[in-house]
């Protein structure tokens, strides 16, 4: 079974800190995504990466970086955490089927911003 | 962007009854997935229907899809309480697009 793990369940930071989300997967998957959830506006797709070293932009990518220097690692940088970006933040990742196929989940981080 | 829409936003059943979600969308797919979320989880991937095809069955589930509607449906049978949980479909568009977009989710209860 894939695995899909991120490093914390619940993180709480304050404003103006910087905060690094991570996600690692065991399947050898090329993509891998991070999502924020929120009531009301479903899932958004912040940043995506398709290889190492590798990203491109999502819907949201303002106020957001990412880092793949190893295939299994996708991180979501926060470089200065805002209460704005208080979310649960979901990563996901998918193996190469032209884009086609199923994203496998994480347990997601719920960030609060104070 | 949000391209598939979930109706109803909420649902509430009794054991044992159907459950049927309904999602719209609104380009060209390549296919449609649907998703189940347990509270405060993440996403598990439930099914995927391909555009050139109209029906497909997984145990209790059942979707459909109608690309000249732009719609799709799940529909659970027999539901249990452990079906209890969000739905989400998501869309992948034609032309090599590698995201997937996803609508905002059914909320299903189901009482025991």
């Known amino acids: 079974d894939v695995k899909v793990t991120q490093s914390s369940r619940y993180l709480v930071k304050r404003t103006g800190e910087k905060v690094f989300l991570e996600c690692v997967q065991d399947m050898d998957h090329e993509n891998m995504f991070w999502y924020r959830q929120d009531p009301g506006l479903g899932l958004r797709l912040i940043y995506f990466?398709?290889?190492?070293?590798?990203?491109e932009k999502g819907d949201i990518p303002e106020g957001y970086s990412v880092s793949r220097e190893k295939k299994e690692r996708f991180s979501l940088i926060l470089e200065s955490a805002s209460t704005n970006q208080t979310s649960m933040y979901l990563c996901?990742?998918?193996?190469?089927?032209?884009?086609?196929?199923?994203?496998?989940f994480g347990p997601g981080t719920r960030l609060l911003v104070l | 962007s949000q391209q598939g829409e979930e109706d109803p936003q909420a649902l509430s059943i009794q054991e044992g009854e159907n459950a049927t979600m309904n999602c719209s969308y609104k380009t060209s797919i390549n296919n449609l997935q649907w998703y189940r979320q347990n509270s405060g989880r993440g996403l598990v991937h439930l099914i995927l229907i391909r555009s050139n095809e109209r029906e497909k069955h997984s145990g209790r589930l059942r979707v459909t899809l109608d690309t000249s509607k732009k719609s799709s449906s799940l529909l659970i049978t027999a539901s249990r309480a452990a079906d209890t949980a969000s739905y989400f479909c998501a869309t992948v568009a034609t032309g090599g697009s590698e995201k997937l977009v996803f609508g905002k989710g059914t909320k299903l209860t189901v009482n025991p």
């Open positions: 996901a990742s998918r193996g190469r089927t032209g884009g086609y196929g199923t994203q496998y």
């Open positions: 990466s398709y290889d190492v070293k590798m990203k």
